[in-house]
């Protein structure tokens, strides 16, 4: 990648040093790692604020790993809001829905909810253009 570097925006550093030792193999030991002690909503805005002030759209990609159900949402909201790529991977899934539809329609097609929010949110991010 051509990238210079990746921000991780999260209040509180977790994983024991995990993303900076992934971070220092050979792949990546010349790119910079930057931390932002801050939550999703006021952190990624600001970040993508100051990169689409150095570069395009097309060049930015948000990554959420582990991210739950609103945490991906939340990320999808904020990176469509601003033009740039975006990629989740969402966990804890929950039905958020009036009367909890979309669990009793996953009940009814013999899908777990999971896989079920999961399609659900896919669809939510071919939607955004």
Not at 7 to 15: H, S
Not at 60 to 84: D, F, K, M, P, R
Request: proline fraction near 5%; glycine fraction near 8%.
């Amino acid at each position: 990648t051509t990238a210079t570097k990746a921000v991780v925006v999260d209040p509180a550093r977790v994983g024991n040093g995990g993303v900076e030792r992934a971070w220092k193999d050979d792949f990546f030991s010349k790119k910079e790692l930057e931390y932002r002690p801050e939550c999703l909503r006021t952190g990624l805005p600001a970040e993508l604020k100051d990169a689409l002030s150095t570069t395009r759209p097309e060049r930015i990609l948000v990554v959420a790993c582990h991210a739950c159900q609103h945490l991906s949402e939340e990320t999808l909201n904020i990176a469509s809001g601003y033009g740039v790529h975006v990629a989740v991977m969402p966990c804890c899934q929950k039905d958020l829905s009036e009367g909890g539809s979309w669990k009793a329609a996953s009940k009814n097609l013999s899908i777990p909810i999971g896989p079920a929010m999961d399609l659900l949110l896919a669809g939510k991010m071919m939607a955004f253009k």
